[in-house]
């Protein structure tokens, strides 16, 4: 079992700026994707950001050039630097990796939520 534990969330004001962490246990295995997501009141879990073990980045159309995603594999920790909140950025933020164990066996693991706030 992977361990996930997101922080950074917080209450900020439209325009303002935000950077998510989500560090994971250690264990034997590698990473694939490590991916944000997010769920705001009454709507469904949406992607916002995915990278892969090799870099390459992918956003949902509504963040493309305001979210960065980034990781640092030596301290097994994705990140997501977040500029010119909106307030439809106000969501529950989650983080979520795809792990392959040194047995061939492969886990998906959640954290549990960091709360992002962004008043008008």
């Known amino acids: 079992q992977v361990q996930l534990v997101e922080s950074g969330g917080g209450l900020v004001q439209a325009g303002g700026t935000l950077r998510l962490s989500c560090v994971a246990s250690?264990?034997?295995?590698?990473?694939?994707?490590m991916n944000w997501y997010r769920q705001a009141p009454g709507k469904q879990r949406e992607l916002v950001a995915t990278?892969?073990?090799?870099?390459?980045?992918n956003y949902a159309d509504s963040v493309k050039g305001r979210f960065t995603i980034s990781r640092d594999n030596a301290k097994i920790t994705v990140y997501l630097q977040m500029n010119s909140l909106k307030p439809d950025d106000t969501a529950v933020y989650y983080c979520?990796?795809?792990?392959?164990?040194?047995?061939?066996?492969?886990?998906?693991?959640w954290g549990q939520g960091t709360q992002v706030t962004v008043s008008s």
């Open positions: 250690a264990g034997m295995f590698s990473i694939n994707d």
């Open positions: 979520n990796i795809e792990v392959r164990y040194y047995t061939g066996r492969y886990g998906n693991y």
């Open positions: 990278i892969s073990n090799g870099g390459r980045t």
